[in-house]
């Protein structure tokens, strides 16, 4: 198998969901990830705020443990001598703190759904209740986790298109071009659940990680202009912004769910004095890489001139598409390595990397940098 | 979620795995195949014809129940109640008959990789055993779990590009472009292992399946040209092949393990009188829709213009990819249907499908005429 | 022949030429455009602001008359009966002006390279002068002459996708990612000949100017955002701008000619109330239309969906690439058939269009513009 | 100007042409073809073998001469000192021998539409009265003509590829998808006119030489399958093709005109022992450049890794995409490299190259080869 990605490890992790019931899209996509891999036993859940849904929905996936909420699935499965080791935390962004701190203070790993919270308020009170915690924080910003994401990550930072001078990053959908008439859309555009950006925090969020990720930039200040564009959204829906990193590098992000042909069509490039470099989501197996006065290259996953970053990424040969889940089943991988060294005390091998706390708490301070400065007519706002 | 795929099926299947050790690349591919959906619980494995390295395999793998041999273990497992009711059969081709007809003839349900033997008598043998078994028989020409792989099946059937005149399909690679130095391409090199076909029975025959599986055509017969490139090769590492197939419609086959560039290039193009199809593994989620005298039209996983077909097939929202193991996974998939429908003796949903052992037997028939045709000096050569 | 462009008016327009000598890039591209439809016959020139240039040109070129400079071409051929009837401009930015109104006061029409002139200042004189002249000003933002940028602009004004929302367009290059070393790049960086922009004036007016000519709307204001990322240059080599269009719709431009693996990379996507089209200059012959909640739909030049105004700039059949040439021709034939129908009083025909002076005008106002924004630290700048 | 290109050569080419009227498609390709790089000068034709349409289609382009038949325009042009160098013959097929050996045997250069004739008996007395005549004989083959071909062949002329294993060519189209309507189809499936192959003569004959010009291999002998889908058809709308090349490679050939969704859609792929190259015709500024072992490389016209052939068959910079009537212009300056050579009786520099009458031969023996071998069941026949 021409793989890094390893089906052996002993000692499967006990996990517990948060959310993620019947109808919710993002907790089964957790639960394929957990099991891709092998990695993880799913056994107990609290999945909806509503204990009805909770239970009927935990009885259809077989779970060993049912609870009606999250705080006292917190609270007995910290007592249990097989309780969970990690929590998978899927409910609408306003609930990621509320959940995260009950496991996060008894001790158990938390993997979450981005973005980390609805207001930076929670974010900070997250990032503090993670510091004082001995448990892991797992963010899923799940992009990352893509083997040629990685790759390009591994070239900048061995220097292969030099200095970077310019990233351009973009995450267009269109699925809410017209007014939303379905649950994923109605939480998603209520501010008081999914906070005060609508495509900045949906999916704008998940353009500047992986901006960040790959050129291990800050992001130094933003310049924004947000707009809803349907009648009657409380959120944006489509957001323009320029973007200056420290050492001198500039960006444009651009997010939109109203761009129709546009599914899930994530894109970054980035230009360096001597090269370049594009990845595109939703054809996730290749990597352009075009060195200045060279014929570009196009590095498939796996295929020659991809290096171990993506390597250890992967599962099958080249030309066998790898998609989303398994990119997102990398993070859940990556977390479980940690939480197995964590077990027993055993250094963390250094390539392995997931986003953090703080990477979350960087990308709610992007939506509320964008949202102040479009409210200040794009004014540059300070991220430091 | 918007999908198919049901992760809630109530009593996983308990499985066994024959072949599949440590460094099998396509055993690996089996395991998360049969994980993703949740429907199958690993149990019992001979995963090598070394009893070593079968129970090192095994324990790397926590098995509970580990065999030497796969013979021990189909009398074994058929003898406990809490036996396994399926087995994975990954050996190298030559082995597949042995190992199936042993649980076969035990009642046990055998998903066989591809293709079906190394020989025709075998397939033959391998065809009467399925027959006269209670089993089911599931092969895993895992294209045709691809949704796009579906769709396009599910719109031919429905007359939308009217009567078939011409199929062009390929399957070119390149990792066989020098003389082989490891593992996989040993055997899948040696006549004795692999059969008298090389790129034609590695490859050619799932090309020759999907043709068939998306048209819902027989072919009547084929002339093929077929080399082996490589000195000292002694099966062919490229063939040409032209087919005809039932009701008139003519077609090409390419299938070369000795192109540069390629890494797993199946492409298949259909074309009628009305309209023409276009679908390519490497980029699984799209299907272009060429209705004569309109624009064309690219239709995508769960997207705008996709039908049911294809949305049973899939897990996620249109512009998330799925690969190469989520298409292997619908055919472990399918195959859960039809095993928890044979538990209760409820009647199979028509939309579910899989390869089956004739399928199989089609394939080695194709193998087997393209030899011989291509030692007839290019003859056409039946398939009825 | 599928074509719209007729080789057979009477009477070959006579045309002189300003600039353009041996080692011009652009001339060779005005002359060969002149002649692709046959309807100009080029018989005076001084192409070079150097007399022996001028004249070694001019005689390699078998011209008839040669001129060694531009004020005597235009005061005795004016007083020839057989004199120019046209001139073709494409000097560096700066003489643009000085060598036009000459053209204009004596009544001889004048095809000019963009941008209109290096200074704001002297557009407005331009525009003076064009106004008080009889003769037609036409400028080759030769991108608008491209066939599927026809169509774009005839689906928009259609509706075909609604009321515009977003436009995002961008013009990537790379060949100034290091210091520049020879004459093309030598004035275009040098603000005396070039003007204020770099990226901007050379590639982000056509930019522009395509996002203009498409969505048939004007600017209000934009933000921007310059840099020079090479050391000592003194012109911006990377712009990034926010662009807000009268009526709502947002836009966002980027400019860069530091993108390593881009050659002429200009792209531009319009998304509406109801639908979006993608058109990319490196593969011009095709557009992309997303109705919104359909399958993407893929336009090919005088292919089926393609409409009139597509069809009437084009000369071969579909899947027959036309390339830049072709496209910058279109503008010398719209403006071939402006002239013949100057020169006999008849009406031109409504679908007859080209680039004015006034388009002129408004790309160096977005020059302008753009440096100005980008000193006040990108405070949005009125364009009106 | 980043060109080879040259419009500088001085005395421009005295012109005639046979065929061409008013509503002919390829006879104004051929007139833009011999404009564009301004070495000729259209000064005589024969347009129409009915002698008003002959007339009003030269009045109509302005020619000098007009003649009602080729045989006058031959006997009176060869008088004249002013008259006609060379002629264009782009009647339909059967009529190509016959004005072609009327120039010919007057010292009249040829440039003469493909397929060379209709007949392979014509072919052969063409090919005898371009031998016995001291003028120059050049078929219009323009696909070699194309930068990126120029290219392909230097590359694997200079072993970049290794030895030539494997060549995969194909020519769909769609227009003949339903009865043809119209003019174009009309003369193009007579076999009386258009000669007894169908898609092999018209399209497939492009292929064929296609890959003997990149290769620079002869085919040995080839097996075909022709059909006439379309009820009614005398001539073969679709051809599989299995060839069989000097020196071992072997290679498939698809033409087809009822394939939808393909318009001009030839695409050449060549495999050898260390590389491999892709070129399609619909977008063909690009080359893929395949070395094994290495990641694939995308080669741009003009760009980084493009060579000196395609440099002197271009006019314009990387990027600036040239087309179809540019690769079509090449054949004619290649034309008037040679004609201008024969003038003076200067040497004809190496790099000039056009398709010759024996390269017409060829073609014509590959439609003969086809359809003798689709009537004796596609058993093989010598091309030698």
Redesign the interface.
Known sequence: ???GRN??L?G?IRLGMVGGGN???IG??H??AA????HYELVAGALSSTPERARASGE???LARIYDDFKSMAIREARRKDGIEAVSIVTPNHMHYLAAREFLKRGIHVICDKPLTSTLADARKLVKAAEESDALFILTHNYTGYPMVRQAREMVAAGQ?GKI??V?V?YP??WL??EETFKQAEWRTDPARSGAGGSTGDIGTHAYNLACFITGLAVESL?A?L?A?VPGRQVDD?A?V?L?FEGGA???L?S?Q????????LKI?V??????L?WA?????YL?????????????RN???AGDAAARMS????????????GFANIYSEAAQAIMAHRTGAALPDEVTFPSVSDGLKGVQFVSACVASSKR??A?VSLA
């Not at 599962?315 to 398994?326: C, D, K």
């Open positions: 198998m021409v793989s089906e052996t002993t499967r109808d919710a899209f089964g996509v639960r394929i099991r891709l891999d092998d259809a996936l077989g298109i001078r310019v351009q973009e959908q269109d071009t017209v310049a202009d707009q564009f489509n323009h320029m200056r500039r960006g444009m651009w939109s109203v761009a129709p042909g546009n599914e899930n069509a490039r230009f360096g004095e001597t090269g370049g594009e989501q939703e054809d996730p197996n352009w890489h075009t060195p200045f006065g060279e014929p570009k290259r196009l590095i498939t295929g020659a001139g599962r099958i040969p080249p030309g066998h598409p790898e998609g989303y889940l398994e007519n794009s540059w």
